[in-house]
């Protein structure tokens, strides 16, 4: 499928010409205009102290090695947006390893570093998926979820745009679950949150602060839960949602506990450094254990019902944090989850995202999970007991130290002058 036709199938024609306009209006004949839109995104990143990632066809990189290499040396995170921008749906096999196989070589070739990848149009299919796990790609950051944050109804002029986009996208609603990074057979997928800038600014006519509000409740919600938002905002539209990005950061700024703001690749590397981790839990006295957690003081312990040594300071919720690495815990029962030996194991991978610490079920445990079955439904129903759970625990923290929730500040830089705009429709 071509570019136009993309645009005219999801779009629809009135979209098409406004977004033809502002294409015209937002990149130049050379790379001049979009160096200074990139260079004025990276003055807000610095003002917040965080690296945005940005995923480029890997064409564009071997065009303008020169502007990547200079976004790479301000900090950015450049992840894979494919060989070309093309939907990979439509691409066969032995095609999407060759696309993947050949995106690594000019990011090589070109001395850009990389860590994960976005599918254009966030299309992605499983045999996409295979070809990543093949070349060891780190992360990967095509599935989108969807939040319950625009007014329903939608306005009526907007709805078939944005109803259109969103059977396109066929994002999971953010309702079923956390939003978090997931193990998927091998390869981390850091979903995207939508509504994105795209659906606020050229399907719903929204701009600046307006925007803002939208990710602001994005952010609230994500907070209340500990979830991941990795939000989109493409460059080309960095002006018109600046507003609402510095509101945005404003609010993540005025945050206790803090919102952990970090790269695509910052967050896949965390996940993978907790998957490693192994917590001892050392029992002390028939009502006191000792728990260590190995490593530097980033991983930080959570209390609940609990008294501990050092003490805990008021976290979140019902929660405590203890600023150590390292606790004596004394409390009624054993502080952790006991697992029977048939739990299945993807629920037990689910339990440690979540931060719980588990050990095989002992007499001494009050929380024992028997889970033997592995699907969506069955972690659900286990997340809604934990959470309505009073048990007094000890886990770990999701996020580095004693922030509460993660923020991603991502733009698909699909294209720098007129011309990558002109050779995607030609295709
Ligand atoms: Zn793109």
Known sequence: MGYLEHLLTSKGISTVTRRLRAILRQLGPTPARMRRTLDAYMDVADAFAFHPTFPTPAVVVDRYPRLIRHLVERGADIAI???????YVHIPPEEQQRHVE???RIFRKRGIPFSG?????????????????????????????????????????????????????DPRPAAE???LPSWEEGILRLPVSLPD???????????????????????????????LFVLQLH?????????????????VRGRTPPVWTASLAEIA????????????VETLGPRQWRVRVPGDGEVGLLVRGMTTTPASVPWYGSWRYVPSSEAIVTGPTRPTVGVTSDVHPRVLRFLRDLGYITETAAPDHVLVVREREGSPEARRRLLQRL???????????RWPRDSRSALAVTGDLDAVTWWDFLRRLGR
């Open 177 to 179: 679950g956390p939003v």
């Open 269 to 280: 590397r965390w996940w993978r450094r907790k998957q490693q981790l192994h917590v001892t």
């Open 117 to 169: 990848f976005r599918a254009p149009y966030l299309r992605w299919d499983a045999s996409l998926l295979d070809a990543l796990r093949t070349h060891r790609v780190g992360y990967d950051s095509s599935s989108a979820v969807l939040w319950d944050v625009l007014p329903d109804p939608l306005p009526p002029d907007a709805e078939a745009r944005v109803r259109r986009v969103l059977e396109f996208y």
């Open 197 to 227: 800038d795209e659906i606020l600014v050229d399907r719903m006519g929204k701009g600046g602060e307006e925007v803002g509000r939208v990710w602001s409740a994005i952010l609230e919600r994500t907070y209340r839960r500990g979830d």
């Open 102 to 104: 050949e995106a690594i």
């Open 387 to 397: 959470e309505e759970s009073r048990v007094p625990l000890v886990r770990l923290n």
């Open 81 to 87: 947006h494919g060989l070309e921008h093309v939907d």
């Open 235 to 251: 460059p080309e539209r960095f002006f018109a949602c600046e507003g609402g990005l510095r509101l945005l950061l404003e609010e």
